[in-house]
Structures are given as structure tokens and as C-alpha cells.
């Protein structure tokens, strides 16, 4: 396993799991033990953790984690197997798991900034958010939303500067991330949209139209790259992450290889149930793609297709989403935002394609098992809120 995160340490319970006895080591390029990431901008920012262990006994599972040794290459053998070139020397390996996630996009500028990926990043940008200091985030998005929600309830100045004309534009469109930005306002945070950032520069930002926001500390949240420029010069097949199968296994020269599988935020695999490419950044396909993966790599038909699944926890709300809706042909809504919670169906005909809930988290479990098995929803009864998802199924 390349890449001591969630989807690699599934990785190797998985092999566990499904009968591998040999040797399972996991190269992770960070310092500590596998750990959990999303509560990196909750739990951890809040102070009520120093370390999210992962639920997984690496140990019993005799498992060997090389933490602090960074996969610098990859040679391929011609039938199967390969060796890893890593910071320690080189490790040939029968079979690979490649799960080395994603790194944070930065913005130009010589500044101090700050991204919140790693646990050293949360504790860092955690012990610098202290009452009255003006916290600049840059980027309206998931993570934006939660460290803004954080570093305001720690008494900071917080502005929030979004490129976009709303919140969550690219997540879930303009409409539905313009009821987001009164959250913000609620919670004090300044929320400035359509504001281009130039660069970062030592004590604040430099906007695009000349002008300039002053800040303490900046926090840059503008979404992730998948971490694959390691595989260079590998033969693998990339693209904007690892190009993987249904089965989630990699190719060289568009020839599969069967030793070879790509999981989590570094994954660009082939969904049969959407006929294209996802590239899913959420801990769901992180936490259950790699049981299909462990699978292909002993040789068991699976194909992983999952409608994907993440929440987000933003100004006091659970926002939960499930399913997949760049192709849905309508938009309904379960009742309405002023009223604090409510959910957002996409669908095509009468089948419901993706939702959106508000601190609504039944229908969200409900919706998510309608999804999944495709059944035709009445969408009359859907739009009611007062009527569980379920019910909307046509008999
Ligand atoms: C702050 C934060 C909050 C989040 N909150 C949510 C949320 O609320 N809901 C949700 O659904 N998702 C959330 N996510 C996304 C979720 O955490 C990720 O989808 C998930 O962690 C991906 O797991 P992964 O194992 O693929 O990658 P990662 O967790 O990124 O793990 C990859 C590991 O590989 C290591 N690595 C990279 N390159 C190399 C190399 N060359 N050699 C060796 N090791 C290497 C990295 O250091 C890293 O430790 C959040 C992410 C972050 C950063």
C-alpha cells in the first residue's frame, strides 16, 4: 500500500480480510500513524482531539506502516510485480496498492499560507486561531465553511473570500450555494463573493482588482490535486488522478494490469452505474472502494458502484449529499430552508438521481438506499417533507 490514509489501511484489512497471508507493508510519507482526516477541520480544529486514530489494529492485523517514507517511483515488471522506489531504498512488491490521496491547491504569493490537510496542518493553523485575529480563509467550499464556522466560534475576525457568486457554487450550483451564504452571516463571518485573490503576500492578500484584505492568518481552501506526480514516468496510465478500471485496476499503455489497483482521492475509476469516469475526494469511497480493490488483487471478480456519499458540518448544520446529479433533468425541494432543515431531490423521470439534505438525516439514509437500487419515486409525495422518502417509492 502506498499511502498510510484511510483508503490504504482499508486496503490492507481488506487483503487481511479476504484471505492474503503474506507480507502487507504500508509506505506512508507522513510522520504519524494512520489517522482519521475529516475531523481535522472539526473535532481537531475545536481542540476536542490531538489525534482522530482510525478504527483499524494495524498491528494484530500484522500490517508493517513505514510511516515518514515517501514513495519517490515506481518500476513495473513486464508480466507482474514491480519495485517501489521509495526515501528508504527500493521495495519490490507482487502487488500494489496505490492510495496516496491529495494535496491542497495553493495559490501564488510569498505569504505565509496555511491548508489544512494533514494533522501537523489543523494543529499549525488551530494554535494560531486565537480570540481577535483576523482569519482570512480563501474559499467558500467544504472546508472553507468549516474552518469559518471554528475560527468565528474561537472569537476571530473571520472573512471568507470566494472567487465565485455564491458558496458551494461548483459543489451545487449557484441556487442552492446562495442559501448557504446567510449561514455565514449568522455566525458572524464575513462572506465576500466574487473576489479574485492575486496572490498571498505577508500580512494579507492582494486582490485581483488592486485591492487588499489584511490579515493575521490565511487559510487557502480551494479543493485538492490527486497526489500522482510520484508515478511519473511510471508507464501507468494518469490523467487528472490514477486511471483505474470498474475492478479499480490501473493500466500501462491503456493494458490492464491485474497487480496493480488505485483507491481514495488519488482514483479516477470507471463507474458502471454513471457510464464515466468519477473522481470521487470523499471519505465514503476512501472508507468502502477498497474492499473491491483488495478483491481484484486476489483475483476475485468485483467492480466498485457505489452512488458516492459525504457530509459536511457547517455553521451548527449537518449537510449530507448522496448520489450523483450533473445529468438530472429537475430539482425539487423537501421543505423549505427558512425553515432550517430541508433537502433538495434531483431527477430524471421519476428516478431519484442525487439529494441534498439540511439537517435531515433520515431521508438522507433513505434516499441513499432508494439510489442505489434505482426504484421509481412518486415525485409529488417526494416534495412533501412531512412524508418519509420511502414512502415516495412507487409500489
Ligand atoms: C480537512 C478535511 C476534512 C474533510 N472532511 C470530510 C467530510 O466531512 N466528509 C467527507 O466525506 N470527506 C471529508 N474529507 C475527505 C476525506 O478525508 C478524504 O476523501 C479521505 O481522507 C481520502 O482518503 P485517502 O486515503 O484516499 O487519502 P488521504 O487521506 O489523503 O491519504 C493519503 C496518504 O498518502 C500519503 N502519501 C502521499 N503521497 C505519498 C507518497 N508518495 N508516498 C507515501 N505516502 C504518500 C499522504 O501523506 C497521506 O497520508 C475531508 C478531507 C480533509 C483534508
Known amino acids: 500500500m502506498v499511502g498510510g490514509g484511510l483508503a490504504g489501511v482499508r486496503a490492507a484489512e481488506s487483503l487481511r480480510k479476504h484471505g492474503y497471508g503474506g507480507?502487507?507493508?504500508?509506505?506512508?510519507?507522513?510522520?504519524?500513524?494512520?489517522y482519521d482526516r475529516p475531523p481535522l477541520t472539526k473535532a481537531v480544529l475545536k481542540g476536542e482531539t490531538d489525534f482522530p486514530a482510525l478504527d483499524a489494529d494495524l498491528p494484530a492485523l500484522d500490517v508493517e506502516v513505514r510511516a515518514g517514507e515517501r514513495a519517490t517511483g515506481l518500476r513495473l515488471d513486464a508480466g507482474r510485480g514491480?519495485?517501489?522506489?521509495?526515501?528508504?531504498?527500493?521495495?519490490?512488491?507482487?502487488?500494489?496498492?496505490?492510495?496516496?490521496?491529495?494535496?491542497?491547491?495553493?495559490?501564488?504569493?510569498?505569504?505565509?499560507?496555511?491548508v489544512i490537510r494533514t494533522l501537523d496542518d489543523s494543529l499549525d493553523v488551530r494554535s494560531r486561531l486565537v480570540p481577535g485575529a483576523r482569519v482570512v480563509i480563501i474559499g467558500a467550499g467544504w472546508i472553507g465553511a468549516e474552518v469559518a464556522?471554528?475560527?468565528?466560534?474561537?472569537?476571530?475576525?473571520?472573512?471568507?473570500?470566494?472567487?465565485a457568486a455564491t458558496p458551494l457554487a461548483n459543489a451545487l450550483g449557484p441556487e442552492l450555494g446562495a442559501l448557504t451564504a446567510p449561514w455565514y452571516?449568522?455566525?458572524?463571518?464575513?462572506?465576500?463573493?466574487?473576489?479574485?485573490?492575486?496572490?498571498?503576500?505577508?500580512?494579507?492578500?492582494?486582490?485581483?482588482?488592486?485591492g487588499r484584505i489584511p490579515a493575521d492568518l490565511v487559510v487557502t481552501g480551494v479543493g485538492v490535486r490527486p497526489e500522482v506526480a510520484w508515478l511519473d514516468g511510471s508507464g501507468l496510465d494518469v490523467e487528472r488522478g490514477v486511471l483505474a478500471d470498474a475492478s479499480l485496476r490501473a493500466s500501462a499503455g491503456g493494458v490492464v494490469r491485474n497487480d496493480v489497483v488505485a483507491v481514495g482521492d488519488c482514483a479516477a475509476w470507471w463507474s458502471n452505474r454513471y457510464g464515466r469516469r468519477l473522481l470521487v475526494e470523499h471519505w465514503d469511497t476512501a472508507l468502502n472502494a477498497p474492499e473491491t480493490a483488495a478483491r481484484t488483487l486476489l483475483g476475485e471478480e468485483?467492480?466498485?458502484?457505489?452512488?458516492?456519499?459525504?457530509?459536511?458540518?457547517?455553521?451548527?448544520?449537518?449537510?449530507?449529499?448522496?448520489?450523483h446529479h450533473s445529468a438530472a433533468e429537475r430539482m425539487i425541494y423537501r421543505g423549505a430552508p427558512e425553515d432550517g432543515a430541508w433537502a433538495v431531490a434531483w431527477l430524471t423521470g421519476d428516478r431519484l438521481d442525487a439529494i441534498l439534505t439540511v439537517d435531515r438525516p433520515r431521508d438522507l439514509v433513505q434516499a441513499k438506499r432508494v439510489i442505489a437500487a434505482g426504484t421509481p419515486?412518486?415525485?409529488a409525495l417526494l416534495a412533501d417533507p412531512a412524508v418519509p422518502v420511502r414512502a415516495s417509492v412507487k409500489s
Open 82 to 114: 514491480g519495485t517501489l522506489a521509495t526515501t528508504a531504498g527500493d521495495l519490490a512488491f507482487d502487488g500494489l496498492v496505490i492510495a496516496t490521496g491529495a494535496t491542497p491547491i495553493r495559490l501564488p504569493g510569498e505569504g505565509p499560507q496555511h
Open 302 to 323: 468485483a467492480a466498485y458502484d457505489v452512488a458516492p456519499y459525504f457530509w459536511s458540518e457547517q455553521f451548527d448544520r449537518f449537510v449530507q449529499y448522496a448520489g
Open 185 to 210: 452571516a449568522e455566525a458572524g463571518v464575513e462572506l465576500r463573493t466574487g473576489v479574485k485573490v492575486a496572490s498571498v503576500d505577508h500580512g494579507g492578500l492582494a486582490l485581483a482588482d488592486g
Open 23 to 34: 507480507a502487507l507493508v504500508v509506505v506512508g510519507a507522513e510522520r504519524h500513524l494512520p
Open 377 to 379: 419515486v412518486d415525485p
Open 149 to 163: 464556522t471554528t475560527a468565528a466560534k474561537k472569537g476571530c475576525a473571520v472573512t471568507v473570500v470566494e472567487a
